[in-house]
């Protein structure tokens, strides 16, 4: 199936900035627009955590830890969301999952990109 494709990860230098990318290419309009999409994050030995959601409606959350240096967003029109990433930290290293629920609670999860932040 796999309806969802993250990209963008990379090897970056502390204090840099990276953008990843979250599309949908093959799911339906219907299914992405009111959707709530989710980027989540799982560093060896932590458990996966919450970094940022967006709303049909644009309502953002971000977790503490990543407030003011990330921003998410998303581009209904190209079936997209993104993850602005800046001021990196080592502690930012981790595989980056996004994950697309629609109304009904139907979720899709992509396969993960990684992000290394050097120090």
């Known amino acids: 199936q796999l309806q969802v494709t993250e990209s963008g990860g990379g090897l970056v230098q502390a204090g840099g900035s990276l953008t990843l990318s979250c599309k949908a290419n093959?799911?339906?309009?219907?299914?992405?627009?009111?959707?709530?999409v989710t980027w989540y994050r799982q560093a060896p030995g932590l458990e996966r955590e919450l970094v940022a959601s967006?709303?049909?409606?644009?309502?953002?959350n971000y977790a503490d830890s990543v407030k003011g240096r990330f921003i998410i967003s998303r581009d209904n029109a190209r079936k997209m969301a993104r993850l602005q990433m800046s001021d990196l930290k080592p502690e930012d290293t981790a595989v980056y999952y996004c994950?697309?629920?629609?109304?009904?609670?139907?979720?899709?999860w992509g396969q993960g990109t990684q992000v290394t932040v050097a120090s």
């Open positions: 994950n697309i629920v629609g109304l009904r609670g139907l979720d899709y």
């Open positions: 093959r799911m339906i309009t219907s299914t992405f627009n009111p959707s709530t």
């Open positions: 967006i709303t049909s409606g644009h309502t953002t």
